[in-house]
């Protein structure tokens, strides 16, 4: 059975600072990969796909996916007290439609 | 953009009672799902549809039911409120063109939902 970890947290990092978000997943075979942005209080917001290898820039965003060593990775630069949330890693289950979900990092960005 | 649309935000039930929790979505997505999660804890997938007429069970189904008459809406019943069943439903939908959910899915903004 398929499986995501991701470390709890509390992840405290300063402001300006880049933050540095991993999910470790079981399934080799896995293809797809999502972070999703959960604020307290509000519903989970897809921030980030990756389909392949190596790394994919957003903006303020990467996302970086190493399928050898099975982890995918969200780094978040110049941090900002607004990117304090919990992030969600997510991968799919194959033919039964659904998505693995990670129980979730909570960042913590201190001015 | 409406997206995912979930009604009502906020409700208190009494143990015992019923209610239905709609979603509907205008995204033409033929995948939904509906998800509970509770304070702290991550998501935990209740029920799924893949397309109007076909729907399965999740992780924790029991004291939930859902139906799919149509593409755009996928609504959850509760039949006996249980105080086990307070928590925060959240609505999703993704699109795919085969078998297999390799696309990311789309969330509503909840219900909050709780049993006295």
């Known amino acids: 059975q398929k499986e995501v970890e991701q470390n709890s947290g509390p992840l405290s990092v300063p402001e300006g600072a880049i933050a540095s978000l991993n999910c470790t997943y079981s399934?080799?075979?896995?293809?797809?990969f999502f972070w999703y942005r959960q604020y307290s209080g509000k519903s989970p917001e897809l921030i980030m796909s990756?389909?392949s290898n190596g790394d994919k820039e957003d903006g303020r965003f990467t996302a970086q996916l190493n399928k050898a060593s099975q982890y995918v990775s969200l780094l978040i630069r110049d941090s900002q007290p607004s990117d304090s949330a919990t992030y969600l890693c997510?991968?799919?289950?194959?033919?039964?439609?659904?998505?693995?979900w990670g129980a979730g990092t909570k960042l913590i960005i201190k001015p | 953009n409406a997206g995912v649309t979930q009604t009502p935000k906020f409700r208190i039930l009494k143990i015992g009672q019923s209610m239905t929790l709609q979603c509907t979505q205008d995204?033409?997505?033929?995948?939904m799902y509906w998800y509970r999660q509770d304070p702290g804890m991550g998501l935990k997938l209740i029920y799924y549809?893949?397309?109007?007429?076909?729907?399965d069970k999740g992780e924790v189904p029991n004291g939930y039911n859902v139906s799919r008459s149509t593409t755009e809406d996928f609504p959850l019943r509760l039949e006996l409120a249980a105080p086990s069943q307070t928590s925060v439903y959240f609505c999703?939908?993704?699109?795919?063109?085969?078998?297999?959910?390799?696309?990311?899915?789309?969330f509503g903004d909840g219900t909050r939902l709780s049993i006295l």
């Open positions: 999703a939908s993704s699109y795919s063109m085969g078998g297999g959910s390799n696309q990311p899915q789309h």
């Open positions: 549809s893949v397309g109007a007429g076909i729907t």
């Open positions: 990756i389909y």
């Open positions: 399934d080799r075979g896995s293809q797809s």
């Open positions: 995204m033409n997505h033929n995948y």
């Open positions: 997510a991968l799919p289950m194959d033919s039964n439609y659904q998505l693995i």
